[in-house]
């Protein structure tokens, strides 16, 4: 069982910048994920890493602003927010998923194990 516990949430002004930790007790050969649910909204893709970092995937609305990164001696994954805008207030969960293949993944069903999510709140 994988235990992912997110933190680094916070209530933001538009423009500032948020980085998101996501720390599990295993990380070895999983995909990480970022996932993000709004009010009102389903629960939506945001980024992935694969287990070794070199393949990495955004949703559009948020390239060139997010950041995915991973630290496997610290078994953490990263989520660096720069330029946030009002649109980026949601929940954000983390995700992972144990895989052979060095990929990322971005649908939801892919990812076997989530965390209990952390608030972002971004005030214009």
């Known amino acids: 069982q994988v235990q992912l516990v997110e933190s680094g949430g916070g209530l933001v002004q538009a423009g500032d910048s948020l980085r998101l930790s996501c720390t599990a007790r295993?990380?070895?050969?999983?995909?990480m994920g970022w996932f993000r649910q709004a009010p009102g909204k389903e629960r939506e893709f945001v980024a992935t890493?694969?287990?070794?970092?070199?393949?990495?995937h955004y949703a559009d609305s948020v390239k060139g602003r997010f950041t995915v990164s991973r630290d496997n001696a610290k078994n953490t994954v990263y989520l660096q927010m720069n330029s946030l805008k009002p649109e980026d207030t949601a929940v954000y969960y983390c995700?992972?998923?144990?895989?052979?293949?060095?990929?990322?993944?971005?649908?939801?069903?892919?990812?076997?194990?989530w965390g209990q999510g952390t608030q972002v709140t971004v005030s214009s």
């Open positions: 995700a992972a998923r144990y895989t052979g293949y060095d990929r990322g993944h971005i649908r939801e069903y892919e990812y076997d194990y």
């Open positions: 295993t990380f070895s050969k999983y995909t």
């Open positions: 890493i694969s287990w070794s970092g070199l393949d990495t």
